[in-house]
């Protein structure tokens, strides 16, 4: 049956997605006529749409919505925001949402296509009156040669043609040496060698194929993705339209959570810009290489983040996650090969064919290789997101970059709900390294780290992520002894 949408949905568009058509549709009679169109069930259709917070009624109806993540609940700031959204809005009119990327002042909230967090709160009048706009937030590299958060090393549109220009001149099995021998592995959780998983998916004889950026990053506490796309949308989307060529593709889908509405507006307003300058589209600056890609916009679930789930949200199917082996790069999107990446690992890609691999591998150690991005959130003295390089003590990010905690903390969660409650006894032991962390029982996942005041109940930390993870019902069977406890 799911094969059935599936193939279905990449028949009759494999360019817009039916999900993105399912998420505006108003009405029954539109999802009636959206279920003709792609000879489905409307039950699929409906099936759907209850899959997603954001496409209920209820949570449509609400005018504001006050972010419900780890950071923001540790803090302590949300119970003042929602009552201040509720006397303005009315008590019915404020609705939830899960991290909106805000961690490093907290007291976020999300009004009118736009997220605000700190002191903004302060500010309702202004902002329905449309005179105030939210600050920006520290970011910095600590990293020697620093690939992520420097602007000068690649900005501009004509820094992507030069690239595109010299890697179009390149044979495309060397531009995937260079980038196996980079080292880079995925920064998507995973760990996944990237010119490993471009070289299946470019070995792979099919009439389409797909590339995928993963910028759903759900993980409470991480907002890394969120900067590059807002900060740096250049260098991800330079990832993508190399990723296409390499592998063969045409079409690219940048799947973007709708908590983040500043990074689909930036997205979306560069992809223009780019095909405007040719470096999108037909016959991309005269190579006879065409390549485009859109934007989808997530609809509030966690589990999307997930590539097969995120595959089927994409397809306009509920977003549950599918049993691998195949694997997207052997059957994926449409059921058609397909390189799912995330955000960070895509823009490291530009970054490495304008440096080459040494530049990247002489960073870190072992297996985890190069500059990893991290967010401190406000419970740190210095708050922010910074470039380290993989192998960094964690002592100097705490202690250092960090300037240490302005609370007394009893463990700091690292990498999101799937990654692990670090003591801090513990904690200043490790370095950010993907082997140091799994060996000590712990994973990286995108680096977030939220901090948990000694104050703040275990037991309540436990019951929150548990609702973060109801998703855990969706994700295959060893998670199922977790459910039980
Ligand atoms: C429950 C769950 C949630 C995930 N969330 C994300 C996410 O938000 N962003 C992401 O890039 N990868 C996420 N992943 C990992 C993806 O499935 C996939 O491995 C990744 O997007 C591949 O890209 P990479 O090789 O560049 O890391 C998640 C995995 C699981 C099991």
């Known amino acids: 049956m799911s094969r059935n949408i599936s193939l279905l949905s990449g028949k009759k568009d494999d360019k817009n997605s039916l999900f993105g058509k399912i998420s505006v549709s108003p009405n029954e009679t539109s999802d009636a006529q959206l279920a003709g169109e792609y ?100 970011m910095r590299s600590f990293s020697d040669t620093s690939f992520l958060v420097e602007n000068e090393v690649f900005s501009t549109f004509k820094d992507f043609k030069d690239l595109l220009e010299a890697c179009f001149q390149t044979d495309k099995n060397d531009l995937i040496n260079t980038l196996k021998d980079s080292g880079l592995r995925g920064r998507g959780g995973a760990g996944f060698p990237t010119g490993m998983k471009w070289e299946f998916c470019s070995d792979q004889d099919a009439p389409a194929k ?97 590539e097969t789930a995120l595959i089927a949200s994409i397809e306009g199917r509920r977003a549950e996650v599918d049993v691998r082996p195949p694997f997207p790069v052997v059957e994926g999107l449409y059921k ?47 708050p922010g997101l910074y470039e380290v390089d993989l192998g960094t003590p964690l002592s100097r990010i705490i202690d250092e970059i960090g300037g240490g905690f302005n609370d007394d903390i009893k463990a700091i969660q690292i990498g999101g709900p799937l990654g692990g409650i670090v003591p801090v006894d513990i904690l200043r032991s490790l370095t950010l390294d993907f082997e140091v962390f799994a060996d000590a029982g712990f994973l990286l996942g995108h680096a977030s780290f939220v901090c948990i005041p000694r104050s703040f109940s275990a037991v309540e930390y436990a019951k929150h992520l548990f609702a973060i993870r109801n998703l855990l019902e969706h994700c295959g069977d060893e998670f199922k002894p977790l459910m039980e406890k």
């Open 39 to 138: 000879n489905l069930g409307v039950s699929t259709i409906h099936s759907t749409k209850s899959f997603y917070d954001f496409l209920s009624e209820d949570f449509k109806n609400k005018k504001a919505y006050v972010c419900t993540g780890s950071a923001c609940m540790c803090r302590g700031t949300q119970e003042d925001v929602t009552q201040k959204l509720k006397s303005k809005f009315g008590q019915d009119a404020v609705g939830e949402m899960i991290c909106l990327g805000r961690c490093y002042e907290n007291s976020a909230f999300y009004y009118n296509g736009e997220n605000y967090s700190g002191d903004d709160i302060n500010q309702l009048d202004e902002i329905i009156d449309g005179k105030h706009k939210s600050t920006s937030y520290t």
């Open 336 to 382: 058609k090969p397909t390189v799912v990446n995330n955000v960070e690992s895509l823009a490291a890609v530009a970054l490495i064919f304008k440096h080459g691999s040494d530049s990247y591998k002489n960073i870190g150690n072992g297996r985890s290789l190069g500059t990893k991005l991290i967010s401190l959130d406000g419970h740190f003295n210095n």
């Open 210 to 306: 797909y590339v995928v950026c993963n910028a759903d990053e759900g993980d409470p506490g991480a907002y890394s993705d969120r900067y590059l796309l807002e900060e740096q949308a250049l260098k991800v989307l330079f990832g993508m339209v190399i990723c296409g060529y390499i592998i063969g593709s045409k079409q690219g889908f940048m799947y973007i959570r709708g908590e983040y509405p500043e990074s689909i507006d930036i997205t979306n307003e560069t992809l223009a810009k780019l095909r405007d300058l040719n470096l999108l589209g037909n016959n991309i600056l005269g190579s006879g290489f065409d390549f485009d890609m859109n934007v989808v916009e997530g609809q509030g679930a966690y589990i999307c983040g997930e």
